[in-house]
């Protein structure tokens, strides 16, 4: 397949444009800037120069391809707008994909959040694949909520005759190339903290994958998923969080320490990852594993920890 893929050049991206390549399709990518279109042809991908707020150009790549897969976001607007900014900008670009594609059959996979369906406060239960994102109202603009207004627009195009289907990414995609993520956020508190620390008893459950795995799962997705469907791409269903900070801490030598519930001392110490570190998600990837015949083959997130890379010497 000819496969047009924005954000081939950030963490996720990074490796599912070499599981396309591998597995024998021809990648074109989305470069915004020379040293972009540098790294994708390093990737082994073709380069498409522009950005996401040339809508036109997006349509007329998605035309010419086999099939799309999106990961990128306008993190710019990130400072200014938040995630609800995010969405905003994000939302004409896949009704764009969907002019381009209505009818043709032809896959779009894009990137979403392991939270869209809502965490186990909400549910009440481990979430699957067959709960859809929750609807988005004014007063979550400021929330990560935001976002879902793309994933379900993702899934209406199933109804305009696109393959479309989003990939819930877990709360942790970890690699050897994380640098930004969470917990690369995780280890910087620590070592700056002089202890690891983890919300309450810490029994609140987060997930994870490894960034390689995340990316076989695209590309499965994009080859054979049906249309109007969530995959979880998530290894570890269901970690404590305060096993990640004892880990965190073990690695660094210092102590795991308990961070009270409390409105002041939380954000305190969490700062912008507060409102979610709290949280627990449980998930479960059967449906997935089973329609697509997905298995994740890398290191856990525990397992990950233990190898090194982010805690690097010197």
């Known amino acids: 397949m ?11 991206g990074s490796y599912i ?6 597995a024998g399709h021809e990648v ?3 470069a915004r800037s020379d040293a972009s279109a540098a790294a994708l042809s390093a990737l082994g991908a073709k380069v498409r120069r522009g950005d996401l707020q040339d809508l036109d150009g997006l349509k007329e790549a998605a035309a010419d391809s086999d099939g799309v897969i999106h990961v990128a976001h306008r993190q710019d607007l990130l400072p200014s707008g938040g995630v609800a ?12 994909y969907g002019e381009a594609l209505a009818g043709t059959g032809k896959p779009l996979v894009v990137a979403g959040s392991i939270g869209s369906p809502g965490n186990e406060g909400i549910l009440g239960r481990t979430a699957t694949e067959e709960d859809p994102a929750l609807p988005v109202g004014d007063e979550h603009k400021g929330t990560l909520r935001a976002r879902n207004v ?3 627009a993702v899934i209406g195009l199933a109804e305009r005759g696109v393959r479309s289907s989003v990939v819930r990414l877990a709360n942790i995609a970890h690699s050897t190339t994380d640098r930004a993520g969470f917990l690369p956020t995780l280890i910087a ?5 002089g202890f690891a620390g983890y ?3 810490g029994a609140n459950r987060w997930n994870a994958v490894h960034a390689l795995d995340a990316a076989s799962l695209f590309r ?3 080859e054979k998923g049906p249309a109007g469907k969530y995959w979880h791409a998530i290894g570890d269903g269901g970690i404590p969080v305060r096993e990640i900070a004892e880990a965190i801490g073990s690695r660094l030598d210092v102590p795991a320490v308990s961070v009270p519930l409390d409105e002041l001392i939380l954000p305190g110490h969490f700062g912008f990852l507060a409102n979610v570190v709290t949280q627990s998600y449980p998930v479960s990837n059967l449906i997935t594993r089973r329609t697509l015949g997905w298995e994740p083959a890398q290191p856990g997130l525990l397992a990950d920890l233990d190898n090194g890379h982010y805690f690097p010497v010197g």
Do not use: C, I
């Open 2 to 12: 000819h496969v047009f893929v924005t954000g081939g050049t950030g963490h996720s």
């Open 17 to 22: 444009v070499p599981e396309l390549v591998a």
């Open 28 to 30: 074109t990518g989305l």
């Open 85 to 96: 900014a995010v969405a905003a900008a994000e939302l004409p670009v896949m009704l764009a």
């Open 150 to 152: 793309v994933e379900t």
């Open 189 to 193: 508190l620590a070592k700056d903290r």
């Open 199 to 201: 919300p309450g008893d």
């Open 220 to 222: 499965l997705a994009l």
